[in-house]
């Protein structure tokens, strides 16, 4: 898919095509690693813009994955960071019963920002947290390509602590 330089310079809002672009990307990841999964792409409100069920994946997979796109951008962290902290004795024990069990510690959840504001989220569920982490990232790595030379708005992922910024160039 090409992007025109308006499309890019606007990237303001999670929009159907960058979503899409996003779930190729994605599911490209989960073939190489033998794969199914469930992949979730939600906007800034955390509301689904592009759902995708690789064939064979888990019926459970797609709350998992929803949940955890949600989770990212409800949190405005990754989905990782939680679950250290939510252990017995963290300092977050007992998150993920909050929100009607929605808030999900498991990995696989990214948000994705433009200078520094979060417009989206993916999750991914179907393998390990390992391997949803890995199938999400290819995605913020397409995110991250989706910046036009010299654009003041550069695309950026949230991982690492809340605190964290890394780009991938």
């Known amino acids: 898919m090409t992007w025109g330089v308006n499309e890019l310079t606007k990237m303001t809002q999670m929009t159907l095509d960058v979503a899409k672009t996003l779930l190729a990307a994605a599911e490209q990841k989960a073939k190489e690693l033998r794969l199914s999964c469930d992949i979730a792409i939600v906007d800034e409100g955390a509301n689904l813009v592009a759902f995708h069920r690789m064939d064979n994946a888990r019926i459970a997979g797609i709350d998992i994955s929803q949940s955890k796109a949600w989770t990212s951008v409800a949190m405005k962290m990754p989905t990782s960071n939680l679950a250290q902290s939510a252990q017995p004795g963290g300092a977050t024990f007992g998150i993920n019963t909050t929100n009607q069990g929605r808030l999900v510690i498991l990995g696989g ?55 964290q910024y890394y780009q991938y160039n």
């Not at 949803?132 to 995605?139: H, L, R, S």
């Not at 913020?140 to 654009?151: H, I, P």
């Open 109 to 163: 959840g990214i948000p994705l920002t433009v200078d520094g504001r979060i417009v989206g989220g993916i999750g991914v569920s179907g393998g390990t947290s390992a391997q949803d982490i890995e199938v999400a990232n290819a995605a913020v790595q397409t995110f991250e390509k989706l910046r036009v030379s010299g654009n003041d708005q550069t695309p950026n992922a949230r991982i690492g602590s809340a605190y």
